[in-house]
């Protein structure tokens, strides 16, 4: 399987802390060794750094574990191969264009029997990710359109994803830089840190972050994982065929199947 | 204006060399310090970066330099802004999906009046150029298909680049990681390099290679750039209106206005 790794914030964030814990796990506490994603969105542009290679001794990982990058919106994903060849074209986050936007999306899980029915997004790569992602955007391109109303596109994409789940295990990020579209068919924990910020210490690496004199009093920043990453917080599970939509920081819609 | 960088070889081959000539200009030796990127196939998987500040200080591009990554065709963009504000949404180069298989574009020029028709490839940022590479993948999409000859398509592209090379100036680079088109109205230049290697010695910062070590004689690599990149070598210049297909190092096709 996989694990994920998502970021929403109200203010331009970087995610070197959490990125760090998780590509831990990538080769070194954990087996995610067949490639690692990430990308930042920043305005409507999307950074992506992807490596085919095991996160934990990624130069490239490194790079991003000590440069802060800043974005309100970042998705992150580490490999451990099930369906499709370890390569480039089958690492994740996955990224397309709809309606002007850019569309980030990442998995963890299988859907061994799922075959696309053919439209226009077509996969690269041979993952059963990248095909749902493409059927995803399909189904979005033919029902609705740039002014369809947030809460229509989010109630399809809840459909979506509950037909998906009745398939297979389907934890999901999805975003188009705006919002953050989360599913937990199996794992999925979160945690949203805002003042008073305090220290925070990683389970993966001997690594003790002090948020406050990173922060400002107004500052909202929410992550939402596989498994927690800290071993000093508590932090929010998902339950199965749970689902919540994340701006800037908070939860702005949720359900359960 | 812009400059633009362009790798096909036939063997995996790193672009460290020619990457770190041409960032140079990025705000040292040249003025296109309002952003940069690069766009490698690894397979039909693309490794990009990209940066909204000037190459010649980046982290990430220092990276780049240094860390050597292997593709057989690679696209380098540094921008000097002209249409559209400088972000990572108008960072060249730009990728979209067309029949299962990654296209990368980067466009060195200006047509100040083109105005896209309205098509299934939205441009995300607001250049021209990202505007073009849409209004180029929305004909295709349109006239050909899949399993259109590559002659066909190639034509098409062609007739394309001469209608907007009508308009404006249009030095274009375009792959779908098979092969790499180029075509140029004002400025382009390239070198076929190929056993015997010897050394080379970059125009823009103290930095000599000697490829013997680093190739095998079967190798061939080429390098297309807007301005030669090399001071002890003997570069290609391109006519106006003339262009080239290249694959696997070598030129497959070419034609002039």
């Known amino acids: 399987m996989c694990e994920l790794l998502a970021m929403s914030a109200n203010t331009p964030t970087d995610l070197c802390f959490s990125f760090t814990g998780l590509t831990r796990r ?3 506490t954990g087996p995610h060794k067949d490639g690692w994603g990430v990308a930042f969105y ?6 992506c ?3 085919a290679d095991a996160s934990a001794s990624s130069r490239i990982a490194e790079v991003v574990q000590t440069h802060p990058i800043k974005s309100e919106v970042a998705l992150c994903h580490i490999r ?24 980030v999306f990442a998995h963890n899980g299988q859907l061994s029997d799922f075959e696309a029915p053919p439209g226009f997004y077509e996969a690269v790569g041979s993952t059963d990710s990248e095909a749902l992602f493409c059927d995803i955007l399909n189904h979005l391109r033919c029902h609705c359109d740039r002014d369809t109303p947030e809460e229509e596109v989010i109630k399809r994409l809840v459909a979506l994803a509950n037909a998906y789940a009745g398939q297979g295990v389907f934890n999901l990020l999805l975003s ?9 068919t199996t794992k999925m924990a979160c945690i949203t840190r805002r003042a008073p910020f305090g220290p925070a210490r990683l389970r993966d ?7 406050e004199p990173e922060t400002t009093p107004n500052d909202i920043v929410s992550v939402i994982v596989t498994e927690p990453l800290t071993s000093d917080e508590t932090w929010d ?3 199965p065929g749970e689902w919540r939509l994340w701006r800037k920081g908070e939860v702005v819609m949720r359900g359960c199947r």
């Open 26 to 28: 990538g080769g070194d």
């Open 42 to 47: 920043e305005g409507k542009g999307v950074r």
């Open 49 to 51: 750094f992807h490596d």
């Open 80 to 103: 451990q191969a099930n369906v499709g060849d370890i390569c480039l074209a089958n690492t994740h986050p996955f990224i397309r264009e709809l309606w002007g936007r850019y569309w």
């Open 176 to 184: 188009n830089g705006d919002w953050l579209f989360t599913y937990c």
């Open 205 to 211: 690496a001997d690594v003790t972050i002090d948020f």
């Open 237 to 239: 599970i998902y339950q």
